[in-house]
């Protein structure tokens, strides 16, 4: 036996809504190419002054015992902690990088290890939003103990508006360069077919060389420069 079957008129009226919204998706595809596809790949590059420096700050000490090496470390680590909030470092500047306690030996030939001591090691990553106070903080380090320093490093915070002005000059620079093969061809140049963004290129820390200031001498002296961010992007253009 056949029943007729009847669809509720929100149903019908969904199959038809998504039949229309398919006839529409194929009526606006992408035209064909009638002209000549050009590719061009451009690099736009900005460049910036950093603006945070980070360095490793750290103690060494050693002892003839474990409890005395530990001990001797965490008073001075404390003064270079001290050193740091009193410069104004936030605590979310300041982060705990290593710690270790190590035994030390004195070998001699034919004889069996000596044990001579232990050395503790305390080291701390410090990031400096005020670039022109690095180097009298550095200073200030050395003068409370910090007997391990490695840094400073410069980088850029926050790049993703220096990345987005290099973009915008790759694609100026891509659109140059198809004006300039257009018109040695006679042509010119129409709709982009397609964009690709193939590298985007932030400067790593560039690392700088720390000496302590002499005693009744100028406070070191820290000069971070420039660094480039660059974009490179393939893009595809029409020639009519």
Do not use: W
């Given at each position: ?39 061009v790949v451009a690099t736009g590059e900005v460049t910036r002054v950093p ?120 694609l100026n620079t891509a659109r140059a360069r198809a004006e300039l093969y ?59």
């Open positions: 036996m056949y029943r007729n079957l009847v669809l509720p008129s929100a149903l019908v009226l969904g199959l038809f809504l998504g039949e229309a919204a398919m006839a529409q998706t194929v009526a606006t595809a992408v035209p064909a190419l009638a002209g000549t596809r050009l590719d603006d945070v420096a980070r360095i490793s700050a750290g103690v060494v000490t050693q002892a003839p015992t474990a409890t005395a090496a530990i001990a001797e470390n965490a008073q001075r680590m404390s003064a270079v902690h001290a050193a740091l909030r009193k410069a104004g470092i936030a605590d979310r500047d300041i982060q705990t990088s290593t710690i270790s306690l190590n035994p030390e030996y004195r070998y001699a030939e034919g004889r069996a290890p000596e044990l001579t001591g232990y050395r503790a090691s305390n080291e701390v990553s410090v990031r400096f939003r005020d670039i022109g106070d690095t180097g009298r903080i550095l200073d200030a380090l050395v003068a409370q103990g910090a007997n391990q320093i490695n840094g400073p490093t410069f980088l850029i915070d926050k790049p993703e508006a220096a990345m987005d002005e290099a973009r915008v000059a790759a257009a018109r040695q061809l006679g042509k010119t140049v129409g709709r982009v077919i397609a964009i690709s963004e193939s590298g985007a290129a932030v400067p790593p820390p560039f690392p700088v060389a720390y000496e302590a200031a002499a005693v009744d001498t100028a406070q070191t002296k820290i000069v971070p420069g420039e660094q480039s961010v660059a974009v490179s992007l393939t893009v595809s253009f029409e020639l009519n």
